[in-house]
């Protein structure tokens, strides 16, 4: 039984804002996920109440054939996430596997959501086109967004950061929201996606930056392996020597400029490479440099972390997010006719 004083509590932490997201532990985080997700988690931890978890169940949505290796790659995950600064004294890191609610709100929003809903879904549609290596015609699949809606709802948020990608998503979860206010009172307040800004990261080839190109730069890496890659890396496929003109627009290397070199640096750079009088080595030692710089602090952070150490933080949040969670599950349970 909650005590008065107890509700009071959970109506004012309802008011103050809350963030959710996740990610699915398919492997090593590249500095893509940094800029393009991390570090946005990394400063809402400070302005909001932030859940952050390990998404596994969405990972076995398509990847269900070989399920050994899931627990390693979520405390991998967990590895990468505390090294760039998430720190769980500031939000709460879990196991989404570990907070059995999340189950029980997915079947229950299973109910009420039309098939239709889902067989529109454009990244369900992109999806089952493009990707041919697995089958994707089973029914965890179909039903993903139904499981990314009751991750959010589960925790009432107002700000959701995501990808541009997960935005179908976003406005699935807000119309299954409407749907449950509509058919059983009041529940869910509609969560709003926040879009992290679009940083451009390519590949070290030019491609997309992914796991299955090999072409990335991990948050994992050391100097002695981001060197050669760096070497290796692509810049504008027309200067042949350095006494060519560039263009840094085309360049492949010249966008990590942008993300990692102070804006005087990047002028001189931009006017060396157009005038010829700056080549790529030389371009690649700055960004060398920048990279070590910028790495060095989350590999002094990693090398201090235990497996005994993420293991407890996971503990420690799963139990605090399963808090919540029941708080939210028992407003749904009652408004169902279930408690
Ligand atoms: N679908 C997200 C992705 O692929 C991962 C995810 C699962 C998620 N549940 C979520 C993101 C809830 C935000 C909120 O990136």
Not at 233 to 261: E, Q, S, W
Not at 297 to 321: C, D, M, S, W
């Amino acid at each position: 039984m909650s005590t008065a004083e107890d509700q009071i509590q959970v109506s004012l932490q309802a008011q103050c804002s809350r963030t959710v997201s996740g990610m699915r532990p398919t492997g090593p985080l590249h500095i893509g996920h940094y800029f393009g997700a991390l570090k946005n988690f990394v400063s809402m931890q400070h302005d909001s109440e932030a859940f952050f978890f390990v998404a596994d169940w969405h990972a076995l949505t398509s990847d269900y054939a070989d399920t050994s290796r899931v627990g390693e790659f979520v405390e991998a995950m967990v590895l990468d996430w505390l090294s760039v600064g998430l720190d769980p004294e500031s939000c709460t890191i879990f196991r989404q596997s570990s907070v059995k609610q999340h189950a029980e709100l997915h079947l229950l929003l299973s109910m009420i959501t039309p098939n239709s809903w889902l067989e529109r879904n454009p990244t369900y549609k992109e999806q089952q086109q493009e990707i041919t290596t697995k089958d994707l015609g089973n029914y965890g699949f179909l039903g993903y967004p139904v499981l990314m809606a009751s991750d959010i709802l589960l925790y009432r948020p107002s700000w959701v950061p995501v990808g541009q990608d997960q935005l179908p998503h976003m406005e699935l979860t807000r119309e299954i929201a409407r749907r449950f206010n509509f058919l059983y009172g009041e529940t869910f307040p509609e969560p709003q996606a926040r879009l992290t800004p679009s940083a451009k990261c390519p590949g070290l080839d030019g491609r997309k930056m992914s796991k299955s190109y090999g072409n990335g730069i991990y948050l994992s890496d050391s100097i002695e392996e981001i060197s050669p890659k760096v070497r290796s890396m692509f810049t504008d496929p027309a200067r042949l020597r350095k006494t060519d003109v560039g263009n840094p627009d085309v360049c492949n290397l010249f966008p990590y400029h942008i993300l990692l070199t102070d804006e005087a640096t990047q002028s001189e750079i931009r006017e060396g490479c157009t005038k010829a009088t700056l080549g790529c080595v030389d371009c690649k030692k700055i960004f060398m440099k920048g990279l070590e710089d910028f790495l060095a602090p989350f590999q002094e952070r990693r090398a201090q972390i235990t497996q005994a150490h993420i293991r407890e933080v996971l503990a420690y949040g799963n139990e605090k997010a399963a808090k919540a969670a029941e708080e939210t599950m028992q407003r749904v349970r009652t408004a169902m006719h279930l408690a």
